[in-house]
């Protein structure tokens, strides 16, 4: 009885009365550079699974800095996500791929990269680089504030298509307006050509893609991204927005996409795309290496058009994110690696050539050759319009940790179902993300 | 459950050779011989209190707070429960556990005890034992296996739509587990495909031991097979029943794996079900008070509707 006792009380203190401290800020520059010093050591990863890029940019590096050793863990990302609070408490890594960093920053699980960004001179990047990973004190609204976390790159999403099936329909080069987009797909269904391949099962809804990018055809990026970073007052229930949930809408409606697009999960999409089932897809520049190699010649990348002649374009861009944990044993070279990342020559041509999208750091700094007439080429391009007319979004589903899985999704799986109105969608979403931002 | 209960430790005790008064009197169990007993299964209870008992206290203990798995804790007391039953989302992933008791306990009961019959009628001839394994292979595959490849068969370019539109039902064809109307029954079918097995298997040996005199002596009275099954068979299988009752009502009460693989929920919320949602709670929405409040819930009603099964089926 008395080892029932023992153990049963052992968890009688309130949960979570041993959650980690707040770290000294320490914006302070570092008195000496940050670096890997020339001692062995050991840098603790924790990366993504099947996803090459960071792994061939450590071993790039222990080439350069042959001191310099990996102990890398890899997982899935959405395993990732479910353990990262926890990781990071228990056995923080030196470098670690992130999910959602707001609820990380909240419980003081990620260092503060402001001296670093000091020391290395990346507060000297253009800025809407580093903004997705600032954040004011707290956690609470991003966008702002300190840096606390990096990216190795940042990609970006649009229109990929299929040259072949374009040719079929009489499409001679990318649409230039909404209106022209919306005449292709209509000449694609005449011709029995699927018009847009897409994914939309499971717990991932991958029409919340064409949705943001119709989003951004009709209104601005500002108040999008002033969502998706928990400003205060910030709604995503607006009349531009409602106008692409209605568009989607009239797509779903008119066949546009597969009819069994809720059972289609993200893999099952791109072998079906790569097999030609599908003129237009919605996805990211990190598959633009994957199709060139897959379907050499074949694809193509358009930005998503605007709804007026001549308008902005805006997309999707992310930086690929990586942290540091705030207990990390090796901060300072972690640090450097990143940096090493934006600026090595060496690696900023793996960064293209693996991961196929476009790496940070300075604007001037080196781009390599990449071939004529292949979708990375494309992709690159698109990369350099987005920055140019500042249409830089983040994704919609990465607004809160639980709003893609259990919002987004079931209200846009029920839209394809006809159980879920334009006006609607967007209502149930904004009302979850009230729920789970604490109701600002 | 694995670990012996008090009840069982008592009767440990009582096997042991002694005196028949002290057996009898209620204290006599305690005294040297059951503190033996105790001894024995020390290591057992041991891990039956850290492993079982413990976690289940700590669900407790958290349901009555607001956290987020990390951070500091704010005492919620019972708001948690109160969450539980008026937020529409989880009480519907209530419900649909319950929808796929149909799929998961009554199926593999009924059919088991049909095919259990039928193989025991053809008992002696080679069929027999094919069926036997066939039907039992699917135990013996892992659940996500099977929902992976299950998965492949109800696409809308698999196997089951295939063969519809071979015979001439291709108007019917879609993809069932993305289908609003046909996800829940689809993923219920999975679960009667893998419990099917067991169910037939525990049946058909439970058959084996009825004494075949009875069977002699019910058809030199003039009874035909469908008495035979109603008087002989049924009633000596009661607690062969109560076991497949109880684990099918609580694998469909309880179930994650086959429903995480195949739909993860989806589409919508329609085949969403409570294990599923405790998950989601608690690691991706971070809301480790409501999932322990509705893992306190699943388990009282698990406990609800299995210990009256037992109750009723126990031989007296």
Redesign the interface.
Same mark, same amino acid.
């Given at each position: 009885m008395t080892?029932?006792g023992g153990?049963?009380a @052992?968890?009688?203190a309130?949960?979570?009365?041993d @959650? #980690?401290e707040a770290q000294p800020t320490n914006a302070a520059t570092p008195s000496t550079a940050p670096g890997c010093g020339t001692e062995p050591i050991t840098l603790k990863g924790y990366f993504e699974t099947g996803f090459p890029l960071p792994k061939t940019l450590t071993e790039e590096f222990s080439k350069q800095y042959p001191n310099v050793k990996w102990d890398i863990r890899e997982d899935q990302f959405a395993v990732i &996500?479910?353990n990262a #609070?926890?990781v990071l408490?228990d056995d923080p890594p030196d470098l670690m791929r992130l999910p959602q960093v707001s609820?990380l920053v %909240?419980?003081n699980?990620l260092k503060n990269m402001d001296g670093y960004a000091q020391a290395f001179g990346w507060d000297k990047w253009p800025a809407s680089q580093l903004e997705q990973m600032r954040l004011a004190p707290g956690g609470k609204v991003r966008g702002e504030g300190s840096l606390y976390a990096m990216g190795l790159n940042f990609s970006m999403t649009g229109v990929f298509y299929n040259k072949k099936l374009a040719e079929k329909v009489g499409m001679s080069a990318p649409p230039a307006t909404l209106a022209e987009f919306d005449d292709l797909l209509a000449k694609a269904k005449a011709a029995g050509v699927d018009p847009i391949a897409q994914f939309n099962?499971?717990?991932t809804g991958g029409l919340a893609f064409p949705l943001q990018n119709l989003m951004a055809a009709y209104g601005p990026a500002g108040p999008i991204n002033e969502w998706i970073y928990q400003k205060p007052g910030a709604t995503i229930d607006t009349p531009t927005n409602l106008q692409a949930a209605r568009h989607l809408e009239k797509w779903i409606k008119a066949g546009y996409f597969?009819?069994?697009?809720?059972?289609?999960d993200y893999a099952t999409m791109m072998s079906r795309f790569i097999d030609g089932k599908g003129l237009f897809m919605f996805d990211g520049d990190w598959e633009s290496g994957n199709l060139d190699k897959q379907m050499p010649g074949d694809a193509g990348f358009f930005l998503m058009p605007s709804a007026q002649e001549g308008g902005k374009l805006a997309a999707m861009s992310a930086p690929l994110t990586f942290g540091v944990g705030a207990r990390a044993k090796n901060p300072d070279c972690a640090a450097f690696f990143l940096n090493w990342v934006a600026t090595d020559d060496k690696a900023r041509d793996i960064g293209v050539e693996v991961g196929g999208s476009h790496p940070m750091g300075p604007a001037d700094a080196h781009m390599p050759d990449v071939k004529p007439g292949t979708v990375t080429e494309s992709t690159l391009a698109a990369g350099a319009k987005i920055a140019e007319d500042n249409g830089a979004m983040d994704f919609i589903a990465n607004a809160t940790?639980?709003i893609y899985?259990?919002s987004w &999704?079931?209200?846009l799986? %029920?839209m394809?179902?006809g159980?879920q109105t334009p006006e609607g969608l967007l209502k149930s979403v904004q009302s979850d993300y009230q729920s789970?931002t604490g109701g600002n | 459950m694995t670990g012996p209960t008090p009840d069982e430790a008592v009767d440990l005790a009582e096997s042991r050779p002694g005196p028949r008064s002290r057996r009898r009197s209620p204290r006599g169990g305690l005294r040297r011989p059951g503190l033996v007993g105790w001894l024995f299964i =020390?290591p057992a =209870?041991?891990f039956y209190?850290?492993f079982v008992?413990?976690p289940i206290? =700590?669900t407790f /203990?958290?349901s009555l707070?607001t956290?987020?798995?990390? $951070?500091?804790?704010t005492?919620a007391g019972f708001a948690n429960y109160v969450k539980v039953f008026t937020d529409p989302d989880l009480f519907a992933s209530i419900l649909n556990a319950i929808k796929l008791i149909v799929f998961f306990s009554a199926i593999p009961v009924l059919l088991g005890l049909a095919i259990a019959a039928t193989i025991r009628q053809i008992a002696t001839s080679r069929l027999a034992l094919v069926a036997r394994t066939v039907i039992f292979l699917p135990q013996v595959i892992p659940l996500v296996a099977a929902g992976i490849a299950w998965t492949w068969l109800l696409?809308?370019t698999g196997v089951i739509n295939q063969l519809l539109t071979l015979v001439g039902l291709g108007d019917i064809t879609?993809?069932? =587990?993305?289908?609003?109307s046909t996800a829940l029954p689809a993923v219920g079918l999975i679960g009667a495909w893998v419990l099917l097995g067991l169910c037939t298997l525990l049946l058909l040996a439970g058959m084996s031991k009825i004494d075949p005199a009875l069977y002699e002596a019910a058809r030199l009275d003039g009874a035909g097979p469908l008495r035979e099954f109603r008087s002989i068979t049924l009633p000596s299988l009661r607690q062969e029943l109560a076991v497949c009752v109880t684990v099918t009502v609580i694998a469909a009460l309880a179930s994650f794996d086959i429903i995480y693989i195949s739909? /993860? $929920?989806?589409? $919508?919320?329609s085949t969403m079900v409570p294990g599923l949602e405790i998950y989601?709670l608690a690691?991706?929405?971070?809301q480790?008070g409501v999932a322990s409040a509705l893992a306190m819930v699943l388990m009282v009603i698990v406990i609800a509707v299995a210990l009256p099964i037992q109750r009723l089926t126990r031989d007296r």
């Open positions: 080892v029932i153990a049963l @052992a968890g009688c309130a949960p979570g009365s @959650a #980690p &996500t479910q #609070p926890r408490a609820e %909240k419980d699980l099962g499971g717990a597969w009819k069994d697009v809720n059972a289609v940790g639980a899985a259990k &999704t079931p209200n799986q %029920k394809v179902a159980q789970q | =020390l =209870l041991a209190v850290v008992l413990r206290a =700590l /203990q958290y707070y956290w987020d798995g990390i $951070g500091p804790s005492w696409s809308s879609r993809a069932w =587990l993305g289908d609003f739909t /993860q $929920g989806g589409p $919508g919320n989601y690691f991706s929405e971070r480790i």
